[in-house]
């Protein structure tokens, strides 16, 4: 029903930024929670940011607190991920997901739809 394309991925130095973007089809977008997990070769997918249907909660993974911001431009069906301040450790693929009751989940299990992913890779 929902489709997600990931963008915006590349290589940057450490310190420098990314904005990572997922587009999302369909009319219902609105009423989907969205959030972003990254995964690392060999490593499980872990959460990384999520935003409600409202626009008005988000929650992040500990180790990007501050440094990565969340949003959600509904009239264009698409959610950003604001990167700041990347470090090596940030490496991975970034994947966008969808959850239809509109709530924020942190285990990936629970998501109804996902990008393809997208590749940030960060240089010490």
């Known amino acids: 029903q929902v489709q997600l394309v990931e963008s915006g991925g590349g290589l940057v130095q450490a310190g420098g930024s990314l904005r990572l973007s997922c587009a999302a089809s369909?009319?219902?977008?609105?009423?989907?929670?969205m959030s972003w997990f990254r995964q690392a070769p060999g490593k499980e997918r872990e959460f990384v940011a999520g935003?409600?249907?409202?626009?008005?909660?988000?929650s992040y993974k500990e180790a990007v607190k501050g440094r990565f911001t969340i949003s959600r431009d509904n009239a264009k069906n698409t959610v950003y991920l604001q990167m700041n301040s990347l470090k090596p450790e940030d490496t991975a693929v970034y994947y966008c997901?969808?959850?239809?009751?509109?709530?924020?989940?942190?285990?990936?299990?629970?998501?109804?739809?996902w990008g393809q992913g997208t590749q940030v890779t960060v240089s010490s």
């Open positions: 935003i409600r249907s409202s626009g008005g909660s988000t």
């Open positions: 369909g009319r219902t977008f609105s009423s989907y929670a």
């Open positions: 997901a969808a959850k239809s009751n509109g709530w924020i989940y942190r285990d990936p299990g629970v998501y109804d739809y």
